[in-house]
């Protein structure tokens, strides 16, 4: 293996300061970058479009500001990381597709999201769009128009949705780093069945610019990682508030990174951590609260806390959902309805016969449930509870048994992660890996709003101590 290909398998900040000691090049580290891409992606279906030139172009800008001496290069967080976004992120000069066939029309993006401007203004060099649900409607990533996307633990399962692609891409070992968005799960999800490390922020946390909106009193982004230090400078170099999206919370700069040293020997005592139970207990299999027993034994977690009336509001956050996103894409839905996948067309459809009454009610329970949650965290820092109800089913399974009960599989992925989107709070999904290690199920760490700090630190003491980590798939 060469010295390029050992170190894409590795953390993207080994990656960056072997780029600061000058062990190689920016451009060597992106070629080895595409080559793996080459080789793997006809098998997992991640990528849905490469940006080659400007991968080169950028890579080579780096190159030539290193050789130079220029002083601020080496500075730069994510100096050379190869990395990539979801298809719902503007890459200027390419169209946005969103997983659909409807976008294939529209006008390429004539700017980068905020969020691309500041990956590469931290140093990151962008490699292309990744596969994902269309619109992002779907927790499995099984994209007709553009083929399902393939957990590259297991390629006859699924790599789960909507950011499917964004966690793929990074098991793979195609890129160290990639963005995603999470409206009801779309991060956490796939964090969980790829065995990746995902951040989703605070609401309002990481602005929106330039991001093909899917439910905007919902939609998050935040990073893919295969450590808490690269999700940490990802989300660092994010940071800021931006006035063209009104969701953006303006806040001061509160970064994460240098307060992760503080989780390296253990969270000590002053970091109160609970399970949840309840919902979240009875709707899990046994493998999924295994996971989470073993992050709770680590960090000392014997506390239990229920929150009251979790499936009414996940049924909350699914009729939010259907509203929001079918007044948006209303009217497609009636000049070319055969152009939508199937599932999604139908989900929007329902939406759109939705009675107001029943949305008003959908926001009123939204709003008590986020009072409930927010007076539970008067006692404890740090939630546990599983991402997934189980580990990843085989690609076209239809139906799961869970708690008794034969559920759809494909809007049960969300069983545990829709209640905590519904209100907004920052989650930061862990690996864990099961007694025979072939396939995981991630356990998300919940704090208050505006605590990304905490779950990136309580996260990376379970890395340190060995407990959660993210290998990538050996494809060869």
């Not at 000069?93 to 500041?118: F, M, N, Y």
């Not at 709707?283 to 000392?300: H, I, K, N, S």
Request: negative net charge; aromatic residues 6%; glycine residues 10%.
């Amino acid at each position: 293996m060469s010295r390029a290909s050992e170190l894409l398998a590795g953390p993207a900040f080994a990656l960056a300061d072997a780029l600061r000691g000058r062990e190689l090049r920016v451009t060597d580290i992106v070629e080895a970058s595409v080559q793996r891409i080459q080789a793997t992606d006809e098998r997992v279906n991640a990528f849905t479009q490469l940006t080659l030139s400007r991968s080169m172009a950028e890579a080579a800008a780096l190159d030539d500001r290193l050789a130079a001496g220029d002083a601020t290069a080496p500075a730069l967080p994510l100096l050379g990381v190869p990395y990539a976004v979801k298809n719902l992120f503007d890459i200027e000069g390419h169209t946005t597709l969103a997983g659909s066939k409807i976008e294939r029309g529209a006008p390429p993006a004539s700017a980068d999201a905020v969020l691309v401007q500041r990956m590469k203004a931290a140093g990151a060099v962008l490699l292309g769009a990744l596969n994902m649900d269309e619109y992002a409607y779907g927790f499995t990533t099984e994209n007709t128009h553009y083929g399902p996307c393939r957990n590259p633990h297991d390629l006859a399962r699924i790599a789960g949705g909507s950011s499917g692609g964004s966690a793929a891409a990074v098991a793979a070992g195609q890129v160290p780093l990639t963005l995603g968005s999470d409206t009801n799960g779309s991060i956490r999800v796939p964090s969980s069945l790829c065995g990746v490390f995902g951040l989703k922020p605070t609401f309002g946390r990481l602005p929106r610019t330039g991001s093909y909106p899917f439910v905007a009193s919902l939609d998050h982004l935040g990073p893919f990682g295969r450590s808490t230090r690269d999700l940490a400078l990802a989300y660092d170099a994010m940071l800021g508030h931006d006035a063209h999206d009104p969701s953006c919370v303006k806040r001061p700069h509160e970064p994460t990174s240098a307060g992760l040293a503080l989780g390296s020997g253990g969270l000590g005592g002053g970091v109160r951590i609970g399970v949840l139970g309840g919902w979240f207990r009875e709707m899990a299999t046994p493998e999924a609260r295994a996971a989470v027993d073993r992050v709770a034994q680590a960090l000392g977690a014997v506390r239990v806390i229920e929150w009251p009336e979790v499936a009414r509001a996940r049924a909350a956050a699914f009729l939010i959902t259907n509203a929001e996103s079918s007044a948006l894409h209303l009217p497609d839905l009636k000049a070319r309805p055969q152009d939508f996948e199937p599932l999604s067309r139908d989900r929007f459809l329902a939406g759109a016969l939705l009675p107001a009454a029943w949305l008003m009610q959908a926001q009123r329970v939204r709003r008590w449930f986020a009072r409930e949650v927010a007076a539970s965290f008067a006692d404890v820092d740090i939630l546990l509870a599983p991402a997934t109800p189980c580990a990843a089913p085989l690609i076209g399974t239809e139906w799961l048994d869970i708690a008794g009960q034969r559920l759809p599989a494909r809007a049960s992925m969300g069983l545990l992660t829709q209640p905590v989107s519904c209100i907004g709070l920052p989650v930061c999904t862990v690996p864990v890996w099961g007694a025979d290690a072939s396939l995981p199920i991630g356990v998300p760490l919940i704090a208050a709003p505006w605590h990304e700090d905490l779950v990136l630190r309580c996260a990376h003491t379970l890395e340190t101590a060995g407990v959660v980590h993210a290998p990538f798939a050996v494809l060869e």
